[in-house]
């Protein structure tokens, strides 16, 4: 049996008298050391310096992909995903990054990124809960969306429905909070006043249930009448009205306290924050008795000034 030689690289016998063998494992060699040199992986610090052109390098730690020119390395446009305090600059991510904590997604132009769309979450909460506190709380299940984030400051949207009674007539209160700050309004030139939605008349009496819903300052209520007999499934806009033959005030917010009789109204509630995270929802509170929600819808979308 003829002497056997190894390659160096990948352990390849071939007879030391057969040249077409020895020819065969080194071009294997030469296969396996193209392959390990064309793709590699590491941090970003421990990348090589460019000069193999086409090969490709994997930051770990960025986790972004890149081409070495034979001149430098250059970012390949991808999808990267991870944590917001994670995103990559824009430099080295050109394409699209998804923020798994915040739900948004950014584009890079190459230097910058910018917001496609933001932090969003939303409730659906069917239950009919109740709270008796003199404070504001909220109830046993939060109509509130949690972790909203804000990389750059700019507005909250937040729409919400639900239908409410109280079991006290004039007594309840309902307003939106950001994180444990109840949200304010300008009125009158002062930019600090509280918007609370609740009804001062409610003509049909205590334990009747009417309906909620955010306008462009807040919460508002409006007179039960008949009693509201809830949403439907598909296609209600969010808002409400009364007729003109409805007693004043029909529609109502307590802005600073003071009764402000609405037309119909309805829709978002654009709020504006700095950076951050935080906490969105719809707290209660009653002087006397008890206030109850039930339907209660809730839908949060941050919109980065970037």
Not at 46 to 72: E, K
Not at 166 to 175: C, I, K, L, N
Not at 273 to 290: E, L, N, W
Request: hydrophobic share 40%; proline share 6%; aromatic share 8%.
């Amino acid at each position: 049996m003829p002497n056997l030689l190894t390659t160096t690289n990948n352990d390849l016998s071939y007879p030391s008298s057969a040249n077409s063998g020895q020819d065969f494992s080194t071009g294997i060699a030469d296969l396996a050391n193209s392959v390990d040199a064309m793709w590699d992986s590491g941090t970003l610090a421990g990348r090589p310096a460019a000069g193999i052109v086409n090969r490709r390098y994997y930051a770990t730690d960025t986790g972004v992909w890149y081409l070495d020119t034979g001149a430098a390395w250059v970012p390949v446009p991808q999808l990267g995903t991870g944590t917001d305090s994670l995103k990559p600059s824009a430099v080295d991510l050109p394409g699209m990054y998804f923020a798994t904590d915040s739900e948004a997604l950014y584009g890079s132009d190459g230097t910058n990124w910018h917001t496609i769309y933001g932090s969003r979450g939303a409730v659906n909460i069917s239950a009919s809960q109740t709270v008796t506190s003199t404070t504001y709380t909220t109830l046993t299940t939060p109509d509130q969306v949690t972790g909203v984030v804000m990389p750059t400051n700019g507005l909250i949207a937040v729409w919400y429905q639900a239908a409410w009674q109280e079991s006290v007539v004039a007594a309840a209160r309902m307003s939106l909070f950001l994180g444990s700050n109840q949200v304010v309004a300008a009125y009158e030139g002062i930019a600090t006043h509280t918007v609370e939605a609740g009804n001062p008349s409610a003509a049909s009496g205590p334990n009747v249930n009417s309906s909620i819903s955010t306008w462009s300052l807040g919460l508002a209520a409006a007179e039960a009448g008949s009693g509201y007999t809830g949403d439907v499934t598909t296609g209600q806009a969010i808002g409400q009205a009364t007729p003109v033959t409805q007693p004043s005030p029909g529609i109502t917010s307590y802005i600073n306290g003071l009764v402000t009789d609405l037309a119909p109204c309805g829709g978002p509630c654009y709020i504006f924050a700095a950076a951050g995270t935080y906490t969105v929802g719809v707290r209660f509170k009653a002087s006397s008795g008890s206030v109850t929600a039930s339907n209660r819808k809730l839908w949060v979308q941050a919109i980065p000034s970037a």
